[in-house]
């Protein structure tokens, strides 16, 4: 007879080690503000892309704006990683979801009093592209401060839970609250929605100092990280793989509405459910992420996800069945989210301390600066020749690219690439 385990449950030790980040107090105040204020986030993301249809019924105009909207990204990337490398993170996090609350409330007075055009929405996108240009680097790189290098990948996958998590909560939620009161309210909700990030990055005790960088002026930063960046193959490589999956797969969340609406011929509950079947998918792939105990094969593993993603994307846009089209992009969500946490912890796993900003930065140029280019590109090209087979088409260049990586690249995480030297428990 087998042995009972140690902790007396079977799953007790699994489950221990997927959610041992949470032994640290501020990344559990983070995990839940984040909860809160994602479930807005999301919200606002339905009810904005619904509201641009709406008015629109363009699909160039949807990818107009998802270009105003993550294109500052692209931007300010690099100086939003510099600003990481040189400045309290911690700080910088407070300052720029303190402005997301402001542009989440001047969105919702304008669409609640009726003033809210296309050209509106667009700048105020811009707006938030700014400040995410900022953001995301110091939320990324400050995850290291509040777990330590030890619990690293399980805090990166778990920060991908909650994302994903209230990507299935935030577009049910909005797909009824759009119902009943329209996208004005959705705004509002966002914009209440940060006072429970604040409240729980004010509430942290910061106890492990930041790495300061050598003093040097800051084109010379911006040049170091960029030279160690695609200095280094094994970052230079999932880099690209990123870029290419970013330009040619990601955009089709822009393009929701369009499919929700114009080829499923349905209205925005069904648009929110396409969006909560994705969050399924990427919340599941998360979750498996955080159960994953050893960093070896996560390179070729992203690559793998690539191809996935690209087959499946490839079969979303031709169909046209609803229930088919859930099933889906759940397998869509699911592939995007393994390959996005496969390749941050890869990077993370590699980078010295003094370079975390900028190299988190360059990971969030490729995953979200690059799309609106994708994006406007598609729209334009969606606009001609119809959603489902632009789509369609670009989906088989990820396949392309991931296949490249996978049988070119070699494995990004192998022992001797490692900043600790070796293969062990995830960083």
């Known amino acids: 007879m087998a042995e009972s385990p140690r902790n007396g449950f079977p799953g007790a ?18 995990f839940f503000g984040q909860l809160a204020s994602l479930i807005g986030t999301w919200m606002q993301s339905l009810a904005q892309g619904w509201l641009v249809w709406r008015l629109s019924h363009s699909e160039w105009l949807l990818g107009v704006v998802g270009f105003a909207q993550f294109s500052p990204v692209l ?41 809210i055009t296309i050209w509106e929405i667009v700048a105020l ?23 330590g290098r030890e619990d690293l990948g399980n805090a990166i996958a778990l920060n991908s839970s909650i994302f994903n998590g209230a990507r299935i909560l935030g577009p049910a939620l909005a797909g009824l609250v759009v119902g009943l009161w329209g996208e004005g309210a959705c705004f509002a909700i966002n914009a209440a929605s940060f006072l429970a990030v604040l409240a729980s990055l004010l509430a942290m005790r910061i ?18 990280g960029l030279a160690y960046a695609f200095g280094t193959p094994p970052v230079r490589s999932l880099l690209i793989l990123m870029t290419a999956t970013s330009l040619t797969a990601f955009p ?13 011929k349905r209205g925005p509950s069904s648009f929110a459910a396409l969006l909560t079947c994705s969050g399924i998918g990427a919340l599941l792939g998360a979750l498996a992420m955080a159960y994953r105990k050893s960093l070896g094969g996560l390179g070729r593993f992203a690559g793998l996800m690539s191809m996935a993603f690209g087959i499946l994307l490839s079969l979303f846009a031709l169909s046209t069945s609803f229930y088919l089209s859930c099933a889906l992009i759940a397998g869509c969500g699911f592939c995007m989210m393994s390959q996005m946490a496969s390749v941050n912890t890869c990077l993370q796993s590699l980078v010295p301390e003094h370079l975390r900003g900028r190299l988190m930065s360059l990971y969030t ?6 799309s609106p ?12 020749l119809g959603v489902q087979r632009v789509l369609a088409a670009s989906a088989l260049v990820t396949v392309a690219s ?11 995480c192998s022992p001797e690439n490692l900043a600790g030297g070796e293969v062990g428990p995830m960083p």
Do not use: C
Not at 209 to 220: I, M, N, T, V
Not at 252 to 264: D, E, H, R, S, W
Not at 402 to 412: K, R, T
């Open 207 to 224: 106890e492990k100092p930041q790495a300061r960088p050598p003093a040097e002026s800051a084109l010379k930063s911006l040049w170091g």
């Open 402 to 412: 991931g296949l490249v990586y996978w049988l070119a690249a070699g494995e990004a």
């Open 75 to 115: 931007f300010f990337g690099l100086f939003g990683g510099l600003a990481a490398d040189r400045f309290n993170r911690h700080r910088i996090v407070v300052a720029t979801q303190t402005a997301a609350l402001v542009q989440a409330s001047l969105l919702a007075a304008l669409t609640l009093t009726g003033r």
């Open 252 to 264: 089709f969340t822009f393009f929701l509405p369009a499919i929700a609406g114009g080829v499923l």
């Open 373 to 384: 280019l994708g994006g406007l590109l598609l729209g334009r090209f969606a606009a001609y």
């Open 125 to 147: 996108a811009a707006a938030l592209g700014t400040i995410n240009a900022f953001d995301m680097p110091g939320r990324q790189s400050f995850l290291v401060q509040m777990v």
């Open 13 to 30: 030790a699994a489950a221990g080690q997927a959610l041992r980040a949470m032994k640290h107090r501020n990344f559990r105040l983070f």
């Open 365 to 370: 140029i490729t995953f979200i600066g690059i």
